[in-house]
């Protein structure tokens, strides 16, 4: 369809120090996919605040077909038939999966309190127009990272949208569940809704996308029919240079082992590991959702106890029970869920940094000493800058910034405690190309200088590209290992989903 049914002109959008949005457009079709592809710090989600009734432009012009609408709230937003599915679900633990899908615009009976009977029905079929096999009356605390981005996809189509916004929505899914989606992708295209995809991943934009626009540094540099264009040629437009190798080149020198672990297990999460980490190396860890690799992880870092196996640091036994035994004994860890678990994001970038290094920043050097800011202050500067991160000033609070600039500030937070070992769980999971080349880039650099590091990922070609070597997890055990230079794909999706094993049984 050639009609454009939402249209936004010369949208303007600035905040303290940084203009995020200059004059840009965007067209949305009816019964079409347009994927809005960019780097962190684009001016990507700005856009979808401007159309969700979060954020007002500043100027520009908002259409939907040739009526000029403007959205002060979102309410606003959901009235004229605007909907976004969220990379990070916002929903309530405490409610059930039917609450946090009818919140706000629950069914009511003839007395206006809400039918919870039907309620409860029409939760269970949107559940299934998913493909989420979920239980309408189960507390969303009880349920995994990819139930609830499934949960926050039906309450999106509750609302009988014109137009979906899709921002980052396969971060937290398996590859079933990918499928699956594409699956209702199609169908709401058919329905005639008018789809805006954000992702990073270029397999999704060119396997559902019928358009594409791309920001750069907050301006529209090039838009299209996706069918016209390649990866290479959205990546020029997206960073503004050929990016040839999205993996820098090394030659590793790995020294000696300095982690050495030995038949760990947890009850329910993992069972038997064992493996050695030398200086130098990076130890690359895969599997598919429930393989129990970031479990493994946590207990490595104090998080949960495992209920059999020993781990020691240079020939030294330790048996961390917290985080900051952890800490001490030269291990920390990045999670998965950088907002959630990785950074307070209410406090400015400084006081995050220095969170897990009081004692330096201390006036005294203890822990119950004054915190001297100036130190705070000397103390980010000089991990932040190496790690290139992009903020109008220190102190800018840690919510505000790109996901890949959020995730720099984990990084840096844990690199100033000066560790032996650092884990980086899903490093560059949601953030665009030029933020994956600099934590890329920045993680050769660690393991050059000798420090230790684990990475786990599920992008295969980060897997293979960055790691010296690869464990394979599947059901909470081992079940492969490889060198680099041995692995391909098809290997590591073979051992990971079980299909060797069972030709062989067969």
């Keep these: 369809m050639d009609s454009a049914l939402l249209t936004l002109h010369d949208i303007t959008k600035e905040f303290p120090g940084v203009r995020a949005l200059s004059s840009v457009g965007l067209e949305l079709h009816a019964g079409e996919v347009t994927a809005l592809v960019g780097e962190n710090g684009a001016g990507k989600s700005t856009l979808v605040k401007i159309l969700t009734g979060i954020h007002a432009p500043d100027a520009g012009e908002i259409r939907m077909e040739d009526e000029v609408v403007s959205f002060a709230t979102p309410h606003d937003a959901a009235q004229a038939g605007i909907t976004a599915i969220h990379q990070e679900t916002v929903l309530f633990d405490e409610l059930s999966v039917a609450e946090n899908i009818f919140l706000g615009h ?17 939760a269970q079929a949107l559940l299934e127009r998913v493909g989420a096999q979920l239980d309408p009356s189960t507390r969303l605390r009880d349920l995994g990272i990819a139930s609830k981005h499934l949960v926050a996809i039906a309450r999106a189509l509750s609302i009988d949208a014109r137009v979906v916004i899709m921002d980052e929505p396969t971060a937290a899914l398996s590859q079933q569940e990918i499928e699956e989606l594409y699956v209702l992708v199609e169908t709401l295209r058919q329905a005639g809704k008018a789809i805006l995809f954000i992702s990073h991943k270029f397999d999704e934009i060119f396997r559902i996308a019928d358009r594409y626009s791309v920001f750069r540094d907050g301006e529209l540099v090039g838009q299209g029919r996706i069918r016209d264009t390649d990866s290479s040629s959205l990546v020029r437009l997206m960073v503004g240079r050929d990016v040839d190798a999205v993996f820098p080149p090394r030659t590793a020198k790995i020294g000696e082992p300095i982690l050495q672990v030995s038949g760990y297990s947890h009850p329910t999460e993992f069972d038997d590991l064992s493996f050695t980490l030398s200086r130098g190396e990076i130890l690359g860890f895969y599997g598919l959702v429930g393989a129990g690799r970031s479990e493994l992880m946590q207990s490595l870092f104090g998080v949960t106890r495992p209920s059999a196996g020993t781990m020691s640091i240079d020939g030294t036994p330790v048996s961390p029970r917290s985080p900051a035994d952890a800490i001490s004994a030269g291990i920390v860890y990045v999670p998965e869920d950088r907002g959630g678990q990785g950074a307070i994001t209410g406090l400015p970038i400084f006081r995050n940094v220095s969170l897990a290094s009081l ?3 201390s006036r005294g050097g203890s822990m119950t000493g004054f915190v001297d800011m100036a130190r705070e202050f000397a103390l980010t500067e000089k991990y932040v800058s190496r790690l290139e991160l992009k903020a109008a000033s220190l102190d800018q609070s840690v919510g505000s910034l790109s996901g890949g600039n959020q995730q720099k500030v984990v990084i840096a937070k844990w690199l100033a405690t000066r560790p032996k070992i650092i884990v980086l769980d899903e490093p560059t999971k949601g953030i665009d190309i030029g933020s994956k080349a600099a934590v890329h880039a920045f993680m050769r650099e660690l393991a050059a200088e000798g420090l230790a ?44 989903a079980g299909i060797e094993t069972r030709e062989a049984a067969a």
């Design 106 to 122: 629950a069914p009511r009976g003839r007395l206006g309190l809400i039918d919870k009977r039907r309620m409860h029905r029409e």
């Design 453 to 496: 590091v684990i990475m786990v990922s599920s992008e295969i070609p980060e897997v293979l590209g960055m790691s010296d070597r690869i464990y394979v997890m599947r059901a909470g055990r081992k079940v492969a290992e490889f060198a680099r230079d041995d692995a391909t794909p098809e290997q590591l999706v073979r051992a990971a």
């Design 359 to 361: 004692g330096e920043v």
